[in-house]
């Protein structure tokens, strides 16, 4: 599993409360991901970090915001949950070789908001 | 910008039957390819890439695909499937940013096996 580690694996709240899932690896890789996956859509990228305290958003990235103050978390925060974000967020390492580099993903977050 | 299309949502096959699973792509630039599928109540894992050389790359649970660029696409295959392949897969494009590979995912096709 190369070592990702998500939390909650589970969580559901109500609208407008603040939530933060967070990704845990232990391997030192620089790049690391947030998608949210939902039916018909695939994955979506959220936000993405290249290195400490650098991240870069993706497709989907309103009402999301990230952080990485170190190299092995990353964090992704929702300021004020609406039932949009209803989703299962999947958090991504970059792994394998530069230029042609493997997505390896933990095991989801699966988000209720009510 | 890079598109992923998988032509079919769901695919129901009986066991040992083959089955194709249908992705087409847009992008302007060379690509990286890829095959991932996610069994039920679990995360996503690499199926197979393609990257360069030779253009049909195969898994090693039997599954295949072939990189056709004059068609933009990367059909999965196999010639017999079985109950443990029942999953959904999705095909996705990579995207270089700033050293970052961004994937852009196909919107998923759900193979189902009957015995």
């Known amino acids: 599993d190369a070592g990702i580690t998500q939390s909650p694996r589970h969580k559901v709240t109500e609208t407008g409360t603040p939530v933060t899932l967070r990704c845990h690896q232990t391997e030192n890789h620089r790049y690391m991901y947030w998608y949210r996956q939902d039916p018909g859509h695939g994955l979506r990228l959220i936000h993405y970090?290249?290195?400490?305290?650098?991240?870069d958003k993706g497709e989907v990235s309103d009402g999301y915001s990230v952080s990485r103050s170190k190299t092995e978390d990353f964090l992704l925060t929702l300021e004020s949950a609406t039932s949009s974000q209803t989703s299962v967020y999947f958090c991504a390492i970059s792994t394998g070789a530069s230029g042609a580099n493997v997505l390896t993903f933990g095991a989801g977050s699966r988000l209720t908001v009510l | 910008a890079q598109s992923v299309t998988q032509l079919d949502s769901q695919v129901p096959v009986f066991e040992e039957a083959p089955v194709e699973l249908r992705c087409n792509y847009s992008s302007s630039v060379s690509v990286y390819l890829f095959w991932y599928v996610q069994y039920p109540n679990q995360g996503l894992q690499l199926l197979l890439k393609?990257?360069?050389?030779?253009?049909l790359v195969e898994s090693i649970n039997g599954f295949e695909a072939e990189f056709n660029k004059s068609q933009t696409s990367f059909h999965l295959r196999k010639p017999s499937v079985h109950i443990s392949d029942t999953a959904e897969y999705f095909c996705a494009v990579s995207q270089a940013i700033q050293g970052a590979q961004k994937l852009v995912f196909g919107q998923g096709t759900r193979l189902t096996i009957n015995p």
């Open positions: 970090s290249y290195g400490v305290k650098d991240t």
């Open positions: 393609y990257l360069s050389g030779s253009t």
